[in-house]
């Protein structure tokens, strides 16, 4: 049986490549050859091609049970009406006795009941699978050219060895029925995280040294030198020119990440090139911050609106929100309202994946400035979403006596003329709409807030208009494009910007799964989501045969209305189909991926993505990000064509945004393109440019240096310390073998700025590994040195005949160090002081020792 056979080779192939002599093992590929001569069985989550015989099983989570003894018989009975259930215990003794305790149940009765010992995190339904053979579901002759079978014909249910059909399969623990502990479902949701680009860093990736350009990474190569040892980084760069980097200046090398489209060649070691696209780069990110910093000051000088404080209806407005805040949102709302009392401008950015609420943060800045006496603008990039705002505005303030419209397309010319004259004599409180707002004749009495969504997505005149009317009232911007954490970090002090990272409480994370194409699971997950009042999209992203899908969805399920919507459309006939979904006039709503911004329907909760595996890991997160707007669980099908054949690359892409399905997972997979695309929309297309050419890791570090400069702060303090001494210090194979943790970790330890820290991480090492052999002792014991040797303004330190030469900087703090105890140090000149070892300069521990001795400070332990 091979277990995900796709990846079963990708990864022999990565460990063959390993070998010193790979010409003495067989390939992975000619292994599996042999291997499928003989009867074989696949299972793999994402099959990568067609096989004579699929068996689909599907998973489904199951209820939750009372935890009362009693009461759990009747659930259980319930929950497993023609299915059989698989009772997990701990031992044999809890089978003994809750065999007992159910002996009584209809399951029991039946012989539906089973148990077996072991452990299960959480208990699962199987729903009974289906077997195919080929030339089942789409027409086989046509799965090149991807034409639809009109008449699918059905797959059949396996039968069991008694003759009839098989049956769905429950397994649950019985700590699950009984509540005896907490079980982790996928429910669970942590705070979005930015993953480090360097935990994904494989063989052959390109990465950025700091002084020598992009260059290619090879792995990781032990270099021994005297009686020392340590671990390189091994860049290849042009003409095959190889450069090893030592893992204590680890953080000399960043990933390369400059978007899809970038490919920049290798650099050439010893040009010139590399130092002309640096220098570019950094007068371009100077000149950024410099014109950031001059408009956050004109605006500052600027006389602007101060708000009051929250008067009894704007509590009474916030306290009406029917979720509980997250940490993030009531962080956001907090400095919204402070920059919204302040005399200057407001132009904050408030960004937030897909459902986190920047809609209510926006309704209580609006509350805010109504309830002031202001009038209050929202933009919106298309009609439909404009519609949805409106309603959305409406019914959260229909208590209170604030005039609401909007001014769109939708309107008639008589009514657009209303709005008009009512904004320009004062009775309209607050106007949504889209481009139409920035026309020359709309003219506010008494403008104080203006909201914008997406602005990205706005023409250049409307953007002129903006930019206008951002230097004389408060400008609050939104975003569902996730900014990168470095960036944003990068921006402090002259962009201010809000990031809701944390999913509401209630909101349950999308179900994702990834399938072939098949008639019986579509009806059964469209009938599911049409049986709770819900609504579907199916996302097909080729006009040319979207009538096609259409009549094969009427088919599948004759029940449900359908209407279909793509960019070839009239404008106006896509906006009334897109408004008729939103009116709930059809529950299927086929799609080109035109659906991928603009609607906001909490009542759709399941979406299809046909042909998932020619998409984006961006644009399948944008897509998915369409449902999972209320309590109710959402489900996301990735579907791929039963006959085509899937790549390596493509079949990660799914397992990725499969296994990454949490809420906030714009943030946690770090998926870069779109989070390149969200640095763009803040920068610029010509910024863009360079982050392309230097990659956006050392892009974003150039701005904050730029940023810091400009504001005259101190540049970031970090340890920069050489010690070359024979020691061998590293992370053994056998100790650490994955590559990319090993990484992690001397880039976590390049990091360490403080003894604290350092203690934390050596503890973590022998909690994660195990006792720490000696050569990862005398690397916690060199990152102790450099640390200290920080302290006192050293930069250097290695071996000179029977000598420890230490570089330094500042003669003060060199005095200090003698003073503390280095009375032997003998000073050579403003740069260079000497420690005598004498004969000790032969064993490394005693060299170590006197470093450690000389430089341990007075406050640290003996």
């Known amino acids: 049986m091979l277990v995900e056979p796709a990846e079963l080779e990708e990864e022999g192939r990565y460990y063959h490549q390993r070998l010193e002599r790979p010409e003495d093992a067989f390939a992975t590929s000619t292994a599996l050859k042999e291997l499928y001569k003989f009867p074989s069985v696949a299972a793999a989550g994402v099959p990568a091609g067609s096989y004579e015989t699929t068996a689909h099983l599907q998973f489904e989570s199951i209820e939750q049970f009372s935890g009362d003894i009693t009461r759990v018989k009747k659930e259980l009975d319930a929950a497993a009406t ?61 799965a090149g050219n991807n034409k639809l079978d009109a008449s699918p014909s059905r797959p059949q249910p396996l039968t069991s060895r008694k003759g009839g059909h098989a049956r769905g399969v429950i397994l649950i623990s019985a700590a699950e029925l009984f509540h005896r502990q907490e079980i982790v479902r996928r429910t669970v949701r942590e705070t979005g995280r930015a993953i480090d680009s360097f935990l994904q860093l494989r063989e052959g990736d390109l990465i950025v040294h700091l002084a020598h350009g992009v260059g290619r990474y090879r792995g990781i190569k032990l270099i021994e030198k005297d009686a020392g040892a340590e671990e390189h980084l091994d860049l290849e760069y042009d003409g095959g020119t190889r450069v090893y980097v030592p893992a204590s200046k680890i953080e000399l090398v960043q990933k390369y990440v400059g978007g899809r489209a970038a490919k920049p060649r290798l650099a050439k070691i010893g040009g010139t090139s590399w130092l002309r696209q640096k220098k570019a780069a950094e007068q371009a990110v100077t000149d950024l911050a410099s014109d950031m910093i001059q408009l956050q000051a004109s605006r500052a000088a600027r006389p602007g609106i101060a708000f009051p404080g929250d008067s009894h209806w704007q509590r009474e407005f916030d306290a009406a929100f029917p979720y509980q805040e997250t940490p993030d949102q009531l962080s956001a709302i907090v400095d919204i309202k402070s920059d919204m009392q302040q005399t200057k401008p407001m132009d904050r950015l408030l960004c937030g994946d897909v459902g986190f609420g920047k809609t209510e943060m926006a309704m209580r800045a609006a509350f805010k400035a109504i309830d002031a006496g202001y009038q209050v603008a929202v933009l919106a990039p298309t009609t439909v979403l404009a519609e949805q705002h409106r309603r959305t505005f409406a019914q959260r303030m229909v208590e209170y006596p604030f005039e609401i419209a909007a001014l769109s397309r939708f309107c008639t010319a008589k009514q657009q003329r209303e709005v008009v004259r009512r904004l320009a004599d004062g009775s309209l409180d607050l106007v949504i709409g889209t481009h139409r707002l920035a026309s ?26 903006l930019k206008a009317l951002r230097a004389a009232v408060d400008v609050l911007t939104m975003t569902a494009t996730p900014i990168p954490r470095t960036l944003h970090l990068s921006l402090l002090g002259v962009r201010s910007i809000s990031n809701l990272e944390t999913a509401p409480k209630d909101r349950l994370a ?27 999209y199916f996302v097909h992203n080729r006009v040319h045969d979207i009538q096609a899908v259409a009549h094969r969805l009427s088919q599948i399920v004759p029940e449900a209305t359908i209407g279909i919507g793509h960019g070839q459309m009239k404008e106006s ?48 997160h944008q897509l998915r990000g369409r449902v999972g707007r209320s309590h109710h669980r959402a489900y996301c099908y990735l579907l791929i064509d039963e006959k085509r054949h899937l790549s390596p690359e493509a079949a990660r892409r799914l397992r990725a945004i ?21 640095a763009g929309n803040i920068l610029g297309a010509q910024q ?31 340890v920069d310390v050489s010690v070359d001494l024979p ?14 943790t090993k990484i992690d970790l001397y880039r976590r330890l390049a990091r360490i700025a403080n003894e604290s820290e350092l203690d934390d991480f050596a503890a973590e090492i022998a909690d994660r590994f195990g006792p720490r052999p000696e050569p ?4 916690i014991e060199l990152a102790r040195l450099r640390i200290w040797a920080h302290g006192y303004r050293i930069s250097a330190i290695h071996l000179e005949d029977k000598y420890a030469v230490l570089t330094y900087s500042s003669r003060p703090q060199l005095n200090e160090l003698i003073a503390n105890g280095g009375r032997a140090l003998r000073v050579a000149d403003d740069r260079s002081a000497y420690l005598p070892l004498g004969e000790a300069v032969a064993d490394p521990a005693a060299v170590l020792a006197a470093l450690e001795s000389l430089l341990r400070p007075a406050t640290a332990d003996a």
């Open 440 to 465: 020359p004749d709309v003219q506010f009495q008494n403008l104080g807030l203006v909201i914008i969504d997406e602005e990205q997505r706005f023409g250049v005149a409307v953007k002129e208009r």
């Open 776 to 779: 990862v002792e005398q690397l």
């Open 688 to 718: 863009s440019g360079h982050i392309a050419t230097v990659g956006y890791e050392l892009y974003c570090s150039l701005l904050e240096q730029a940023v810091r400069r400009l504001k005259q702060l101190p540049q970031r303090d970090a």
């Open 510 to 536: 999308v179900e994702t799964r990834v399938a072939r194409f098949d008639d019986a699971l579509l009806r059964h997950a469209i009938l599911r989501e049409l049986n709770r009042d819900g609504q579907v």
């Open 82 to 142: 023609g299915q059989d259930v698989v009772l997990v215990c701990d031992n044999d003794a809890e089978i003994e006795r809750l065999a007992e305790v159910f002996a009584e149940t209809q399951l029991a009765t039946d012989g539906r009941l089973s148990f077996a010992a072991g452990r299960l995190a959480a208990g699962f339904r199987v729903i009974p699978p289906c077997l195919e053979g080929r030339g089942q579901g789409r027409d086989a002759n046509d």
């Open 727 to 740: 020691v061998a210090a590293y992370f053994p194979r056998q100790y650490v073998a994955d590559m990319r």
């Open 573 to 620: 006939e896509l906006e009334e189909v897109m408004l008729g979904f939103v009116r709930r006039e059809f529950d299927i709503l086929l799609a080109t991926t035109i659906v991928e911004s603009g609607l906001d329907i909490p009542n759709a909760n399941t979406i299809f993505i046909d042909d998932a595996d020619r998409y984006g890991l961006a644009d399948l």
């Open 658 to 678: 499969e296994e990454f399905s949490q809420m906030g997972a714009g943030f946690a997979l770090a998926m870069r393109d779109l989070e390149l695309r969200g």
